[in-house]
């Protein structure tokens, strides 16, 4: 038997997915976030808590949300607040994990989903904006990102800090006034997993994906790596990860 | 107070709490029937260059019946509090919009906006003042507990700061840095609920977003619920009000009033539509197109349900989850 | 027919409830504001919407609340809510009287319910505190005290400013940060109803109770009172509101 | 930041939000069954030295049946946040109390409460910092906010804040003064609710007063409950939850937990009880007569429900009067 065929974004899922450890909470957003907490709660963390920045926390999410503030992010929940009170929840330190997105990202694993572009207004480039990202990237205790891997994306300076990452790197999110011992913890990309080195809080690959090579993620980072003398490799989905996907969290096809 | 850093944006509705207090001192304390046309609430409440709020988000319990009328009648150099989806896209498709304290403005799932990329890029949005999703709400609430400004530890060290009008002082209990975020009071506030008397006391089930805070920071407050209960109901169980009638200036009644968005226990969103939108929105012809059909071409909400059809909203009826 | 008989908590309930316009909120505090809220209610001001501190908003008054937080501060009410969404409405400007006591009043209308003595600790004698008092006396756009006098209370200088009057005199409020055209509104006393003079902000005698001459109340007065030169009198209880209060607002005679 | 007044007042617990954060890392995000005693409870969380809080007020929904098991395992050198009526009183007279952060202790309608006087005047409590009741709660609102502080357009200008922790400073974006209210974490708070789950999820009905912040602001939180609900009915109506599970340490089924305070919809407060307290609380004799005779002498609160009387409690819950 080969090994089961999947796409890109299942690929993404799955990684993401492993990421998150059983008995934590997570603030989850719209998208790849939400299969991944969905698959990780039918897989190996069944008590993972998920947050949903409008009020929903602890829903079983036995179907999936299209939207941060859509009934099922709060179905069979413990409770169904209001955005303050999930902000506030992530601010006293209630919330360990968060995920996040951006069009450019840098070596201090600072966002931007804001312009692309020198000029703020007019701007090049009008994106969506911070929405919740930029609290998201501020409040939880451990963040991870989840980005297509390119040089147009990985980029040494963003056009614009949307979401704060280590910023200048260390120490300066504290001096910033951020809350202590937060900060990014991995970026989950189309190419590889990555981390931040601890003393530099610069980004550092820890593992390639299934056929790609350490070349191939330098080549497509637009920025030096810190690459250790030995990187793993990401597991491809197993079978069992894409029949859960497929099956249980996302029937409907929407988003895979 | 020693400021280490100030936002550049400019603040977009002048802050002024004494003004508020003033305001809401001469609003009226009786029970009077506020029941009126969606036609009606918007010629009375909203004028061409008033700062306007919409709550929820995305394609949640959405002011879409409301904000369809904005469009219709034309509102227009409209100040906008953002974060949305469908319903902030359309004023901006509709070129209704002047400045923008944006948090979030895209389709989620569906991607970008079109309507937002041409209002800013073009510059027919004239200012644009960055926030983050909380960072707004808290502006909201700040306003709502009636102080000038509320302390927050998020925006810090960002662009998003930098291009927003908060504030960062050093904290004189503990030396740690804080983000100021200045109060921001509506002159209109549109939000869509389950529930309401005539005279404007409202309720929301599940999640309520961001009801309570805007609905506390907006000078004129227009309502539109799913459904008109009797006074009695509320008076049974007063807790479950989460906007007082003193609030309230109109009070429509709008069943399917999020459509094509969702509203809990009620109605699912319509992906049809929705997507009927996103792929619209695309082009010039295509908004255009989409506006008239559901916007300019139809009187009020009644023809609205009916251009829409009262099949697929029965279906949209039965397709929702229990509890 | 002679004048009905009448007891002085009677009194000071009659005279204060014909403060109260109709269509006005009123923070409504325990004991003789309840009465006088709940007269005024069934009297001159069927729209009269109490607020009471911890969440009560617009009950229908038809039995007396025995404690600021009871069931009967919500029955029947518009809403619910909690303590801060209260204050807060009373610092948006949405609460027209407050009532307020103390052991102690000068003649800006600062009150005293903290400490007796010139020590703040360990007290000569302890009193219950601010409560909400401070926040009312803050907060609301009018001020109504109901107080006892006689010259321990009405005192040139309080011993512990707990709850804002003018402070020193005009101006005084708005130099501290409290919110403008806010203040104490009138005294109903044992003796006399009071207002603060327009320019000076202090205590000026309006109209004495029956059976009492200006000498009297300036007598028992432990500062200077405005005394203009026409001073009204007012009106004993009417046998209407007597029937009313007795009947109605207070049968169980829990306070009367 | 420019500080024009700080209050003479210490802050009677240490204000660092970081340290709280770090404590809220740590707690359990499972679902674990917290149900226990009383004593069960009071033993594991409450400790000498702590800064202790309870809600709600007065006669109202008070955590009576927790602050006897205080009482009567005699946890002492509290500090405490202080509004209150039966509860607090019960402290004080017990000689429990070490520092107070006071806003209002009294018994209402029966006036002045000699356990206070006897307590503070005696120096026995060693500090007491003044607030307003508004001034205490947006000290939890604070925390709950996970915040440093938050201002507020009370307490300005009298003895009240020269007395408390507060600080006044100039608004940075209006220029008027505005009262900083530094945020308040308590060890251990003590909540009474109509119904909570076997994990902490638990509800209100009526006024919620300030459980929503103070569960929020504190470290510990034993949740004492009238009813024992299952999670099945939390998830149905999760709108209605006010504290999520996440917050409580422990669960105690307490029905008449209020007592001789009311609790909506369910008793009423016992009026014949309030007032033997008021007269015994006079001397210390009688203090101690009361104290012998409800919590001392009365193993749990099982007992002490015989020793009210239950035909006396079934009273109270005929007399409550409808919605």
């Not at chain 2, 009375?44 to 009328?69: H, I, N, Q, S």
């Not at chain 2, 569906?110 to 960072?135: D, I």
């Not at chain 2, 909201?140 to 925006?155: D, L, N, W």
Request: aromatic fraction near 8%; charged fraction near 25%.
């Amino acid at each position: 038997m080969g090994e089961p065929a999947y796409n890109s974004t299942e690929l993404l899922i799955c990684i993401a997915a492993r990421q998150m450890p059983d008995s934590v909470t997570a603030f989850i957003g719209t998208g790849i976030p939400m299969l991944a907490a969905s698959l990780a709660q039918k897989m190996h963390a069944p008590n993972l808590v998920p947050v949903f920045e409008f009020g929903g926390t602890g829903a079983q999410l036995k179907k999936l949300p299209r939207a941060v503030g859509e009934s099922r992010t709060f179905y069979r929940g413990v409770a169904a607040s209001g955005i303050c009170d999930i902000m506030e929840t992530a601010a006293r330190g209630f919330v360990d994990y968060g995920f996040l997105g951006g069009a450019q990202i840098d070596p201090y694993g600072n966002l931007n989903s804001t312009i692309i572009g020198p000029q703020h207004h007019p701007p090049k480039v009008r994106l969506p904006g911070s929405g919740g990202a930029n609290d998201v990237g501020s409040l939880c205790w451990r963040n991870i990102i989840i980005i297509r891997h390119d040089k147009r994306r990985f980029v040494p300076q963003v056009d614009f800090l949307t979401t704060p990452g280590y910023l200048t790197g260390p120490g300066a999110r504290e001096d910033a006034g951020l809350p202590p011992d937060s900060g990014p913890y991995r970026v989950v990309s189309t190419l590889a997993l990555l981390d931040f080195e601890q003393d530099t809080k610069r980004m550092r690959l820890l593992a390639t994906n299934p056929g790609v090579t350490v070349k191939q993620v330098i080549e497509n980072t637009g920025f030096e790596l810190v690459v250790p003398d030995r990187v793993g490799q990401n597991e491809p989905p197993s079978a069992e990860e894409l029949r859960i996907l497929r099956e249980e969290v996302d029937p409907e096809r929407f988003y895979i | 107070m020693n400021v280490i850093e100030s936002g550049l944006g400019e603040l977009t509705q002048p802050l002024d709490i004494d003004e508020f207090r003033r305001w809401n001192r001469e609003k009226s304390r009786v029970l009077v029937d506020k029941l009126m046309t969606e036609e009606e609430a918007v010629s009375r409440f909203v004028y061409d260059g008033c700062y306007l709020g919409t709550e929820l988000y995305g394609t949640v319990r959405c002011p879409m019946t409301l904000v369809r009328e904005v469009v219709r009648q034309g509102k227009k150099d409209l100040r906008l509090a953002g974060q949305g989806v469908t319903e902030l896209d359309l004023l901006l498709a509709a070129g209704l919009v002047k400045t923008l304290d944006i948090t979030y403005i895209g389709l989620e799932v569906f991607g970008t906006s079109r309507a937002l990329r041409q209002a800013v890029e073009s510059g027919q949005v004239e200012k644009v003042v960055e926030w983050s999703n909380g960072g707004i709400t808290w502006r909201f609430k700040a306003a709502s507990m009636g102080v000038p400004f509320i302390p927050v530890r998020s925006m810090l060290g960002t662009d998003t700061l930098r291009y927003s009008s908060a504030k960062v002082v050093e904290c004189p209990f503990t030396g740690q840095k804080v983000c100021l975020i200045p109060a921001l009071v509506l002159d209109v506030g549109l939000i869509h609920v389950h529930q309401a008397d005539r005279y404007g006391n409202a309720r929301i089930e599940g999640i309520s977003g961001f009801a309570f805070e805007m609905s506390r920071a907006s000078k004129r407050l227009i309502i539109s619920a799913e459904e008109i209960v009797d006074t009695e109901e509320i008076r049974r169980y007063p807790d479950r009000t989460i906007i007082p009638y003193y609030l309230v200036d109109a009070v429509v009644h709008a069943p399917f009033g999020s459509h094509p968005g969702e509203m809990v226990y009620l109605y699912e969103r319509d992906e049809e539509q929705l997507r009927g939108w996103v792929e619209a929105s695309q082009t010039v012809e295509g908004t255009q197109a989409y506006l008239h059909k559901y916007v300019y071409g139809v009187a009020d909400h009644e023809q609205y349900m009916d251009v829409v059809g009262r099949d697929r909203l029965a279906s949209l009826k039965a397709a929702v989850e229990g509890r």
